[in-house]
């Protein structure tokens, strides 16, 4: 069965919770230590959607096989036009092309959204996988940041990435 990129609903919070779960728990990607529960995940859907700001899933053999969402970067009116985005793909359905195609939906999105700046803040300086795929997107590093987290009894950096959308910085935002 095909994958299918979609707007994300409440409904799959579940599988969301499955999928971010696993990284928070086995991986360097996420900072957080605990992974959240299902009424949390409900609970940041529910806040990005309602921002007006993009939240994909990937839909795979009736489940959620991944998800990509755009976010505020920081809360200051001069940002606005600027996202932070976050991408997770489930263990079982990775080398796949998921990835690629969440993230280039999710860059589409944004652009049809006048978004200009978009921002990986990618956990790990090792995490070749996440780094590979926003440069397969377009983005660029911009930044490292060593040992800005301590998580599975060590320290670990901060890669960030950044990809200019549309017009970029060649016109004032709308």
Same mark, same amino acid.
């Given at each position: 069965?095909?994958?299918?990129?979609?707007? &994300?609903? &409440?409904?799959?919070?579940?599988?969301?919770?499955?999928? *971010?779960?696993? *990284?928070?728990?086995?991986?360097?990607?996420?900072?957080?230590?605990?992974?959240?529960?299902? /009424?949390?995940?409900?609970?940041?859907?529910?806040?990005?959607?309602?921002?007006?700001? $993009?939240?994909?899933? @990937?839909?795979? /053999?009736?489940?959620? =096989?991944? *998800? @990509?969402?755009?976010?505020?970067?920081?809360?200051?009116?001069?940002?606005?036009?600027?996202?932070?985005?976050?991408?997770? &793909?489930? $263990?079982?359905?990775?080398?796949?092309?998921?990835?690629?195609?969440?993230? =280039?939906?999710?860059?589409?999105?944004?652009?049809? !959204?006048?978004?200009?700046? !978009?921002?990986?803040?990618?956990?790990?300086?090792?995490?070749?996988?996440?780094?590979?795929?926003? %440069?397969?997107?377009?983005?660029?590093? %911009?930044?490292? !940041?060593?040992?800005?987290? *301590?998580?599975?009894?060590?320290?670990?950096?901060?890669?960030?990435?950044?990809?200019?959308?549309?017009?970029?910085?060649?016109?004032?935002?709308?």
């Amino acid at each position: 069965m095909p994958t299918i990129i979609r707007d &994300v609903n &409440v409904q799959d919070a579940g599988g969301i919770r499955d999928i *971010y779960g696993h *990284y928070v728990l086995n991986g360097l990607s996420s900072f957080e230590l605990l992974p959240p529960d299902e /009424d949390e995940i409900r609970k940041r859907i529910k806040r990005i959607k309602e921002r007006g700001h $993009p939240f994909l899933a @990937a839909e795979t /053999d009736g489940g959620i =096989s991944g *998800y @990509a969402y755009a976010s505020t970067y920081r809360h200051r009116a001069a940002y606005d036009h600027t996202l932070e985005n976050s991408i997770y &793909v489930s $263990p079982d359905y990775l080398r796949r092309g998921i990835g690629l195609r969440l993230l =280039s939906d999710l860059v589409q999105v944004c652009d049809q !959204l006048g978004i200009r700046q !978009l921002i990986a803040v990618i956990g790990d300086s090792g995490n070749h996988a996440s780094i590979n795929l926003h %440069v397969k997107c377009g983005f660029n590093q %911009v930044g490292l !940041l060593p040992s800005t987290g *301590y998580k599975h009894d060590r320290w670990v950096d901060t890669v960030l990435m950044q990809r200019e959308i549309g017009e970029g910085n060649r016109k004032p935002p709308r």
